[in-house]
């Protein structure tokens, strides 16, 4: 039988924030249909009570995931794509080997789970094209820094986080060399006119 003050206490160091990072796991494991507070609750060592105690429902906890993705994914793209000193083209080519060097699983997990879950609902919907618009306008304006028009750049863009994404789902049954020779001549070829 549990102890109610143990409980009492494990739910109090349990804050939002938990909460959705557990939600965002569960998210990557089972879809958004698998994101349910009992699960969460289970999954923390906690009970159902403390949930209620910072989310008024499932609703506002799924919106507070997205929320937190969004934000998260926006503020990474803007750091990886800060020139900080290096050239335009320094930091695209160094952008590939972030992505590509180690696929990045739990996250590559969330993010198809949310775009998964953005097929039929509008909010997940929006918080994804959000991200998509600031993914797009950061690696735009790298190309852009290197001298390239705006409708060009902008069409680089596109092409390079397709890359970024598309390469993090494919041929990881190749070696880790012949996958890392495939990445580099890619790259190389994305790049080759800057």
Same mark, same amino acid.
């Given at each position: 039988?549990?102890?109610?003050?143990?409980?009492?206490?494990?739910?109090?160091?349990?804050?939002?924030?938990?909460?959705?990072?557990?939600?965002?796991?569960?998210?990557?494991?089972?879809?958004?249909?698998?994101?349910?507070?009992?699960?969460?609750?289970?999954?923390?060592?906690?009970?159902?009570?403390?949930?209620?105690?910072?989310?008024?429902?499932?609703?506002?906890?799924?919106?507070?995931?997205?929320?937190?993705?969004?934000?998260?994914?926006?503020?990474?793209?803007?750091?990886?794509?800060?020139?900080?000193?290096?050239?335009?083209?320094? %930091? #695209? &080519?160094?952008?590939?080997?972030?992505?590509? /060097?180690?696929?990045?699983?739990?996250?590559? $997990?969330?993010?198809? !789970?949310?775009?998964?879950?953005?097929?039929?609902?509008?909010?997940?919907?929006?918080?994804?094209?959000?991200?998509?618009?600031? %993914? #797009? &306008?950061?690696?735009?304006?790298?190309?852009? /820094?290197?001298?390239?028009?705006?409708?060009? $750049?902008?069409?680089? !863009?596109?092409?390079?986080?397709?890359?970024?994404?598309?390469?993090?789902?494919?041929?990881?049954?190749?070696?880790?060399?012949? %996958?890392?020779?495939?990445?580099?001549?890619?790259?190389?070829?994305?790049?080759?006119?800057?």
């Amino acid at each position: 039988m549990s102890d109610p003050k143990s409980d009492a206490k494990a739910d109090a160091r349990t804050g939002e924030e938990s909460w959705i990072e557990a939600g965002l796991e569960e998210i990557a494991r089972t879809g958004v249909e698998g994101v349910r507070v009992e699960v969460l609750a289970k999954n923390l060592g906690v009970t159902k009570g403390g949930f209620y105690r910072r989310f008024r429902d499932r609703a506002a906890l799924l919106e507070a995931m997205l929320q937190h993705w969004s934000a998260n994914r926006i503020a990474t793209i803007e750091k990886h794509t800060s020139l900080d000193g290096t050239t335009a083209r320094e %930091r #695209l &080519k160094a952008l590939i080997p972030q992505y590509a /060097a180690r696929v990045n699983t739990e996250g590559m $997990a969330v993010e198809l !789970a949310i775009r998964q879950w953005a097929r039929s609902d509008e909010l997940a919907a929006g918080a994804a094209t959000h991200v998509d618009a600031a %993914r #797009l &306008k950061n690696v735009a304006n790298l190309f852009r /820094a290197t001298g390239l028009p705006a409708e060009e $750049a902008d069409a680089q !863009a596109f092409l390079f986080y397709c890359f970024i994404f598309g390469q993090g789902l494919m041929f990881l049954e190749q070696s880790p060399r012949k %996958r890392a020779q495939l990445v580099a001549k890619s790259a190389e070829t994305l790049l080759r006119h800057l």
